[in-house]
């Protein structure tokens, strides 16, 4: 990674940052707060600001995509669960549209008259469906308030209040209607109370008439007994009359809406693609202009930094040499081995660069650390693999890792590299799967009468097998965690380090290899055993230098590393125990029901029930353990993380292209 100093007259800054923009090669560096600390630097400079075309072209971006959301939401209206999964599978991959290179005050002019030519026919549209969502509300309300009094034959425009009297309508219960008759009596005796009783048979709907001076204290009354309130000013009519005519006109309401549906269609047929390019071409627009407040400024004279790719950086000179004319001066400057400030672009394989989603979930890479991608691309879906042990279990992962990757992974980056890995992955269980005889658990000898010949080890008969080959597998991977930690250390000038948290456990390793030669091999004899213990006291005298005495403490953190291993055989033998144990109760099932048909169904859906949840259950926890060991038990080992990703101040560009 470099960075770049860049000096231009402004006439060629709005150039210079569209040429950089188109190519998507550099990030540009905020050099605004260090222009305000900077004594120096504020004689020299100050912070510039966005252009004054900024705020319009936000403004006429929020009115655009709340335009696209509509015509998009018209468009796609009712989606089914078919259409669901076949853009999932299958998901439409936009063709890009030429447009023209166009400065920001043409773009606004071009914004304006293309949203008012549709918000023309939009608004009118938009408007007769408000009014007449309203009216459906209005008319709803009125129909259940109805259906609520529809006991009581009397127009309900006699419940409003008179110059002399006022009314209640509501709802209570039983009892409370009891107490509320027996205590109104001490307010007033001047009462009408009609009701009737609800539905339920638990409720009574109660219309209480008053003198309008004890309107307040009866409804402070009723209120005591948790009383539900109708409200029902403005009502006209009988129950049956509103309910009828309600009906009525919101059937005639739907035939209205739906029409206007249609039209609304017509119009987003006909102008979405356009709504939807110009949308893309205001956020270009808008991400250029804010990029200015970066940058620093004299009178005539922009200066701008950014960090770019060491492969990158005689072409992004070429195209700023370009883009002003020559009129420029490009300063490339070296960055320290330990900054934390630089920016990190992972640089790997075409085949290993979906790993380096799994290495940035964890953390982003320190600049000049290690990148272990590649050995995660190795280690991760072996482990996966290792931990499934099913064959069938793996194809079938492999194929919906194959889903994401030719189908969403098209036209979405992190769908994809999940797709990558769920391949690489699938793979491998489908490999330990033959070789330790996992088809369905037991399926073959079980049903069939004979057993897979690639079938070379079987984690029941053999599990200590097993065992050692993950506890060698572990220590391997332990080892080059030690490695890649010894390289990170000496990279920044932290022998100490180096020689506290990874060499002294290879000497660790050697010390017992060497004790273990004396004891096995007559040959080595004492020389071994010696050499061995020579070792092991070394390896503590390491612990105390470099940690004290509880430097010591660190074997058992190793030795539980190395054991956490172990888990690879757990997880080998529980896919495939659960996988014979529904073959056991599938068989038994069979067996065990008298009538031949429904014991073929039952079986059958016993097997596809318990293998499915198995499935489900099992690939879980092996992604969730492989990524444990290669976080925990590896990482932990050398990974320093750092603070920045590379990110590329880039037109992003899905249904556009600029004509040349």
Known sequence: ???????????????????????????????????????????????????????????????????????????????????????????????????????????????????????????????????????????????????????????????????????????????????????????????????????????????????????????????????????????????????????AELKSIEGKEAQLSNDLKEVAEKWDNDIIVLKEQLEIEKERNEIFSTFGETEKTIM???????????????IIESSSDGHSVVEVEDVGEDDLEVPVLQDNPKLVKPYEFLVNMYAPLRYNEVDPTILVFLIFPFFFGFCLTESVYGLVFAIIGVVLYRGIGKINATFKSMGAILIGSGLWAIILGLLTGGFIGDFFPRFLGFSLPTGLIDPFKSP??????????????????FILGVINNFRYDKKKDALGDQLVWFVLEAGIAFLALGFLVPSVGIIGMGIGVALLISTFVILIYCGGVYGIMDIFGFLGNWLSYARLLALCL???????????????????????????????????????????????????????????????????????????????????????
């Open 304 to 318: 701008l930094e950014a960090w770019v790719p060491l492969k990158k950086v005689n072409e992004a000179q070429d």
């Open 1 to 247: 990674m470099r960075k770049l100093r860049i000096i231009s007259l402004d006439q060629y800054s709005n150039s210079i940052v569209q040429s950089l923009h188109e190519e998507g090669i550099v990030q540009i560096n905020d050099i605004s707060e260090r222009i305000q600390q900077n004594p120096e630097w504020a004689n020299l400079l100050k912070p510039s600001k966005t252009p004054p075309l900024t705020g319009k072209l936000s403004s006429l971006l929020m009115k655009t995509t709340g335009l696209s959301e509509l015509l998009g939401d018209t468009l796609s209206g009712e989606t089914s669960i078919k259409d669901m999964i076949k853009s999932f599978i299958s998901p439409d991959i936009p063709e890009k549209i030429e447009v023209e290179d166009i400065d920001g005050e043409s773009l606004i002019v071009k914004a304006e008259d293309l949203l008012h030519k549709v918000e023309s026919q939009t608004k009118v549209i938009e408007d007769q469906l408000n009014a007449l969502s309203s009216r459906k509300s209005e008319l709803r309300s009125n129909e259940s308030l109805a259906r609520e009094l529809s006991n009581f034959d009397i127009d309900l425009a006699l419940l409003n209040d008179s110059n002399y009297t006022s009314t209640i309508v509501g709802r209570m219960d039983v009892e409370s209607s009891e107490k509320f008759k027996k205590e109104s009596v001490n307010i007033t005796d001047k009462l009408l109370i009609l009701e009737t009783t609800d539905d339920d048979k638990i409720n009574v709907i109660i219309i209480v008439v008053m003198l309008k001076e004890f309107k307040e204290d009866i409804y402070s009354l009723l209120r005591k007994f948790e009383f539900e309130k109708f409200e029902t000013e403005g009502i006209e009519g009988k129950p049956t009359e509103i309910i009828n005519s309600a009906e």
């Open 574 to 660: 529980s896919t495939g125990g659960i996988a014979m144990t529904v073959n056991i109760l599938t068989e038994l099932l069979y067996t065990m029901v008298p009538i031949p048909i429904l014991a073929i169904i039952i079986a059958i859906l016993m097997f596809l029930f318990g293998h499915v949840a198995n499935f489900v259950l099992q690939v879980v926890g092996a992604f969730i353990n492989s990524l444990r060991l290669n976080y925990v038990e590896f990482f932990s080992q050398f990974y320093a993380g750092g603070k920045n990703q590379f990110e590329a101040f880039n037109a992003r560009r899905v249904f556009t292209r600029v004509k040349k």
């Open 464 to 481: 200590e097998i097993i065992l050692i080959i993950a506890l060698i597998v572990g220590l391997v991977h332990l080892n080059m965690g």
